[in-house]
């Protein structure tokens, strides 16, 4: 094994000053000194960094590097299995069993039938951005409460419960609550599950978590993935809203080319999922002794895999860290690889294809109410990178 290979000490805790759309700047040090780096976990473990985009993508396609949570290799006691159901955490065939129910659920063709339904809930949202007026806050008007809308629609959530759930989620996913805190939020969004499966199961509605109820999943199973489908559809469009807009106001003549042609718009998204890459690192263990980059993996050992210095590896990209909506971004990993990408990548795509389009057609003049340096981020230790808040005014007539 060389022993010449770069070494990491910690994962990055913040950004640079300045620049709130690119990786962390040891990442990117990392990316440049070869596609993989030495690491030690938190809990003291070795491990392994992975930041080019070739080898982040052979990982996430490997049968050979599992995503069981009782096998991440991170600390210094045994991790459990991932709950029943929250198959994100899980390897096939278990994975597969819970997946495979699903994946008739969110095709495109269906994620398409919705986009009526999308256009206006976005439109609801900007009217009463527009009838409140001038300065607010695009986070709370229009980033998260129209993919709460949509996926509490598809699942089945009453319509009261929304806004209770949207904050446990962002509770416990927000990177910034006490440990008590986090604990409390994930417990109370546990049981609400558990007495929604049970509502589905007395009286099915027209939804997928109703669907759900006639097959062989159990009711732990189906609070473990109604959990997945929530958070992950709930959490992760609404951080791609927020910063993405954020994103196109710190690049005027990106926005202004956007604003002049739609038929950029599907490729505007495919490269602000690139180029902001909001699902930042996941892990892998390695089951047996792997070769990667000239390094070995050895079995047990768990590798982190850096999602946005792969999408901006210029090996993979041209002029990576340049945002450019006109740039074939296909084949990014915003939605990861493998047999755990993005089960609901379609309907995200469609969610921000129609609300950005909507809002810079509403507001040709929308701007940044505050200095950009005085927007607050998500800390590095949330799950899903984002904007706390974003507060935006433009011209009234």
Request: with cysteine.
């Amino acid at each position: 094994m060389s022993e010449s290979v770069h070494t990491v000490t910690a994962l990055p805790t913040e950004r640079r000053s300045g620049c709130p759309f690119d990786p962390p700047a040891e990442l990117l040090d990392a990316r440049r000194q070869g596609p993989i780096s030495r690491y030690t976990h938190p809990g003291g473990k070795p491990g392994w960094l992975v930041t080019g985009y070739d080898m982040v993508r052979s990982v996430l396609a490997d049968p050979r590097f599992s995503s069981r949570k009782d096998l991440m290799n991170v600390v210094d006691f045994e991790l459990p299995p991932a709950p029943p159901g929250e198959f994100l955490l899980m390897d096939d065939p278990e994975h597969s069993r819970y997946r495979k129910p699903l994946v008739g659920k969110f095709t495109v063709r269906r994620m398409r039938m919705l986009t009526e339904r999308i256009e206006q809930i976005t439109a609801d949202c900007l009217d009463a951005m527009e009838k409140s007026g001038p300065p607010t806050d695009l986070v709370t008007a229009f980033a998260k409460p129209i993919p709460t809308i949509v996926i509490c629609e598809i699942l089945g959530v009453p319509y009261e419960d929304r806004a209770s759930f949207q904050e446990q989620i962002d509770s416990f996913m927000g990177g910034e609550v006490s440990d008590e805190e986090l604990i409390a939020a994930y417990t109370a969004t546990q049981e609400y599950l558990a007495r929604l499966v049970a509502a589905k199961r007395a009286n099915p509605t027209d939804d997928v978590l109703s669907e759900l109820t006639d097959s062989d999943l159990t009711d732990e199973e189906l609070k473990g993935i109604s959990l997945i489908l929530l958070a992950a559809g709930f959490d992760t469009t609404a951080n791609m809203l927020s910063l993405g807009a954020f994103a196109l106001l710190r690049h005027p003549e990106q926005l202004a080319a956007l604003r002049a042609d739609p038929a950029l718009t599907d490729g505007a998204v495919e490269e602000l999922l690139r180029y902001l890459s909001v699902a930042k690192t996941f892990h892998r263990t390695a089951l047996e002794d792997v070769e990667l980059g000239g390094q070995t993996i050895e079995a047990g050992t768990t590798v982190v895999l850096s999602y946005n210095t792969a999408n901006r590896d210029p090996e993979r990209f041209t002029e990576p860290h340049t945002l450019d909506i006109r740039r074939q971004a296909a084949g990014h990993l915003a939605f990861s690889h493998g047999i755990h990408q993005c089960l609901g990548q379609q309907l995200a795509r469609v969610e921000m294809r129609v609300a950005f389009r909507a809002l810079i057609d509403r507001f040709p003049t929308l701007r940044l109410a505050v200095p950009a340096d005085e927007v607050g981020l998500r800390p590095e230790a949330a799950d899903i990178f984002g904007v706390k808040s974003l507060p935006v005014t433009w011209d009234t007539k």
